[in-house]
């Protein structure tokens, strides 16, 4: 697949977690070996505000490129998490977009709390899956048949890559690149990105402080 | 300054690196001891499109909050790097916005070839900073006094942080908060956005590439 522009589709809502977004659409720009396409897609034509600090939104807001009706099916579907999730969790129209997105896309990518929604969809049942560690309890909101695993930088099963919170993002990203075009690719990209790739999925520091935000805030 | 709310000044131009701009506000946005306002400002109110790889646009947009004339004065000025730094070197409002807006900021942070247009303005006249790894010739296109510091993962010189490429941003923003409200504060931002924190500023591996991008697209 060199040759062939490489579709990257990006599921923005009010309240996404702008590291979570941009540190993978920053990797997966930097690929060389073919054409890569960024779409940023959203529910309706409105730009759509990042989360601020633990506020659903407030941060930079962000133009979309497509909606869930007109968006191209993705290469690589991409899902952040972020603040605004827990409202979105309700969300039947994002839920049932992620539903068949993830079901057409090549590769499906989440964040963060991102796995919560993809798990809230439906598209993770009886799979491994990770999210973000200081509010890993929200992952039980997803109600859903998934095989959570604490302690990971990122988890791949299958075509379903998920992350921890925020920074591991670029971390599974540099991940996706060289499954799909091999080390030397990933690293190269990793070279101009000045970024340290943590290669060790298995390897989660963060999980030392599992649930400390969600504690801080009264959620668990 | 704890209760005081902290203005962050985010400067967009066509073809701004995404990573640049979001790593640093990401961490900035996490901070806890104050509030925090992200300003996105552009010459004009139109959204402005991120880089797409080694092309100055085509990336994602981000919608501007305030002009160069309407903006507030900023307690931290970010200016990020990106491939469209080079047409910016010819923009005389951008450079005089930047002249101005570094002069009254508290501090002043860069990131990637972001230092370039800095320098190109006459804001780091006789001071030391540091740039992106891969085009660090380009710093010599800003026609600037300046002590170019080649091996530095990023540079602090009295109230100006210029970090290397990309990524580098993330650190040298931790760098920033550590010094604005101390060490606990840093940590507990690095820790919620699970980013291992490169805390050395003279530890820099990528200067082993130096200039590597530069010449692969005959800029050297």
Redesign the interface.
């Known amino acids: 697949m060199r040759d062939k522009t490489l579709v990257i589709g ?1 599921v923005m809502y009010p309240g996404f ?3 979570d ?3 993978p ?2 990797m997966f ?4 070996c073919c054409p ?1 396409q ?1 779409v ?1 897609i959203a529910q309706d034509d409105k ?1 759509v505000s990042t ?3 633990q506020s659903p939104g407030g ?5 979309p ?1 497509a909606t869930f009706v007109t968006a191209p099916a993705a290469d690589i579907l991409l899902v952040p998490g972020g603040f605004g999730t827990l409202a979105e969790l309700e969300n039947s129209v994002l839920l049932g977009y992620l539903r068949q997105a993830a079901s057409e896309a090549r590769l499906v990518c989440t964040v963060c709390t991102g796995s919560v929604l993809l798990a809230k969809a439906g598209a993770l049942k009886g799979r491994r899956a990770t999210s ?3 509010f890993f309890a929200l992952t039980q909101m997803a109600e859903a048949d998934v095989d959570w695993v604490e302690s990971a930088r990122w988890v791949e099963h299958g075509k379903y890559f998920t992350s ?5 993002g ?1 971390d599974m990203s540099l991940a996706v690149i060289n499954r799909l075009f091999g080390a030397e690719e990933a690293e190269a990209v990793a ?6 790739w ?1 290669r060790d999925a298995a390897s989660d ?2 999980t030392a ?1 599992l649930n ?2 969600a504690r801080q805030m009264g959620l668990v």
């Open positions: 990006a977690e702008m590291l977004m941009f540190g659409l920053e720009s930097l690929v060389t890569v960024i940023m730009p989360a601020m600090g941060g930079p807001a962000v133009t490129d973000n560690k200081q921890s919170g925020v920074s591991a670029m070279s101009v990105a000045e970024y340290t943590h520091p963060f402080d400390k935000a």
